[in-house]
């Protein structure tokens, strides 16, 4: 890993995923996507270069209905192979009887992402990320490569600043979140996510910025 953190950073976006098909296996990679604001740039990629790899969709139960028909486009534009996953559905019924999002954001978070998220983990030998260093202050201090867990995380856009990510978008003619055109930059689950600059919208007020399953 030392050594791939060192060669891959010369590396264009697309060469770095390139290179990781070269590397890895199809089975053995995992991609995720939350088809938010900033999904489709991967998703673009992800369909030129393996185009039969699965995208897992962690539905949580509790994603604007424009999330969903955001997906269903992206699925259609890039002919996406998509894999829907779900959390325990007794434990999801509990965070919505009780309103975990609104008592307790973080076990919330556990249930419906972290916990079905790792379960799919342990079956990969790495997972493909599209996060960027500039959404989060956490994020700004990840590497290309990341071990978590005894996986491999891969991170292949995490040193785009946000001009960066602009220009790619424009360049594909990438998709565009219906949300974002309303002021949303960062999309999650409903309950938790409000307009706002970059992160602001997520979790508003309760000092929390991460959801858990990048850390």
């Given at each position: ?126 997972w493909i990320s599209g996060i960027m ?12 490569f990341e071990e978590q867990n005894g ?65």
């Open positions: 890993m030392e050594n791939w953190n060192k060669t891959f950073p010369s590396l264009s976006h697309e060469e770095r995923l390139v290179s990781l098909y070269e590397i890895f296996s199809l089975h053995e990679i995992l991609v995720t996507s939350s088809f938010g604001a900033s999904s489709a740039l991967l998703l673009h990629l992800i369909a030129k270069i393996c185009p039969t790899q699965p995208i897992h969709f962690l539905d949580t139960t509790y994603h604007f209905d424009e999330t969903l028909a955001f997906r269903d486009q992206l699925i259609e534009r890039y002919k996406l192979n998509v894999v829907n996953i779900l959390p325990d559905s007794n434990s999801n019924a509990l965070t919505k009887e009780e309103q975990w999002w609104f008592t307790k954001p973080d076990a919330c978070c556990a249930v419906n992402k972290v916990k079905p998220l790792a379960s799919l983990k342990s079956k990969y030998k790495v260093g500039f959404q989060t202050p956490q994020r700004s201090n990840m590497n290309i996986l491999f995380k891969f991170n292949p856009f995490i040193d785009l600043t946000e001009g960066e990510y602009l220009y790619w978008s424009a360049l594909y003619k990438l998709p565009e979140h219906p949300l974002t055109a309303l002021g949303f930059e960062s999309i999650g689950c409903m309950p938790c996510t409000s307009r706002g600059q970059g992160r602001n919208g997520r979790w508003a007020g309760r000092g929390k910025v991460e959801c858990g399953i990048h850390l």
